[in-house]
């Protein structure tokens, strides 16, 4: 049982989630699993997002573009996709 004070004006969208996640955290790379413990929880401690949500969030984010996805020591890391300026 969730309480609605909890989920009550709040934009649950594993998608948004992650770009305002990786946005306020847009100076570092983030792992799948760094950006997991910043999703919103349940009184009980358990995220709303299931991390399944999170993985297809994060492979659609990457398609279109809209966040990096950079592999470093065999991992994938995210980070905030800055808009660049044309040359």
Do not use: W
């Not at 997002?49 to 990096?68: F, P, V, W, Y």
């Amino acid at each position: 049982m969730i309480k609605k004070s909890t989920i009550e004006g709040k934009n649950l969208s594993a998608y948004c989630l992650v770009e305002d996640i990786l946005y306020q955290n847009k100076d570092c790379y983030l792992t799948k699993e760094e950006i997991y413990t910043h999703m919103p929880c349940d009184e009980d401690g358990v995220p709303l997002i299931t991390i399944g949500s999170l993985e297809t969030a994060l492979r659609c984010l990457c398609h279109t573009r809209e966040i990096e996805c950079e592999y470093i020591r065999g991992r994938r890391h995210f980070a905030y996709r800055e808009a660049r300026e044309r040359r």
